[in-house]
């Protein structure tokens, strides 16, 4: 089956630099790739995702990369706030069906 | 409506005990997850439901744990003679495509779970 491996699982930032979340990924079957954000108390939350069919994707201080040769994928945040602290997942799918996530990533932006 | 809703948001219960976790997906949603997620961990997917198609069971940890979705709708997972280690938050999510349609997932806050 399908095995999500991220790296850091701590990331401290200043204010301001950018932060990068690496995530890596087993089975060539999965197509979907999409990252997620979770606040202290409540459920995650979609920030941007990414299809197998395409290499990049940005939105705002958002990007995500995908290599599928390499079977990686990367969440890069630009310009960080401190709003931005929080824990980060990344997943992998087949078809949006079995969602298998990384082990999250907690980034903090210090002021 | 809003978004997904769980509920309880907060269960304590003696080892040994039964208990039912509800889920209240977005309407119209097609799909529904759920995922167990411990104290500074990642999610652990346990069962997935698409449309009337059988579900996805394969992530279901033991025999302990079952999960019903009634008229494609609202879903209850149980867990049968809870244990220390089920202690957990379930967090459920929904999302509307259909079966090989790439859609976002909306998660629910979740339940925490603590057995005692």
């Known amino acids: 089956g399908e095995n999500v491996e991220q790296h850091p699982s701590t990331l401290s930032v200043q204010e301001g630099d950018s932060a990068v979340i690496k995530c890596t990924y087993s089975?060539?079957?999965?197509?979907?790739f999409p990252w997620y954000k979770q606040e202290l108390g409540k459920g995650p939350q979609l920030i941007i995702d990414i299809r197998s069919n395409v290499g990049e994707k940005k939105d705002q201080r958002i990007a995500v990369t995908l290599n599928k040769t390499a079977k990686h994928f990367s969440l890069h945040i630009t310009e960080t706030q401190p709003e931005d602290s929080a824990v980060y997942f990344c997943?992998?799918?087949?078809?949006?069906?079995?969602?298998?996530f990384g082990p999250g990533t907690r980034l903090s932006v210090l002021p | 409506g809003a978004g997904v809703s769980q509920s309880p948001s907060n269960k304590v219960t003696e080892k040994g005990k039964d208990v039912e976790l509800r889920c209240d997906p977005i309407?119209?949603?097609?799909?529904l997850y759920w995922y167990r997620q411990s104290l500074g961990q990642g999610l652990e997917f346990l069962i997935y439901?698409?449309?009337?198609?059988?579900?996805?069971k394969s992530g279901l940890p033991s025999d302990r744990f079952s999960a019903e979705r009634t008229g494609g709708s609202v879903s209850t997972l149980t867990i049968q003679r809870t244990q220390q280690e089920d202690s957990a938050v379930y967090l459920c999510a929904s999302s509307s495509g259909l079966a090989g349609a790439l859609t976002e997932q909306y998660f629910g806050p979740g339940t925490r779970l603590t057995v005692t």
């Open positions: 439901f698409q449309g009337n198609s059988a579900p996805d």
């Open positions: 997943a992998a799918s087949p078809y949006g069906q079995n969602f298998v």
């Open positions: 309407s119209g949603h097609t799909a």
């Open positions: 089975d060539s079957a999965s197509n979907y």
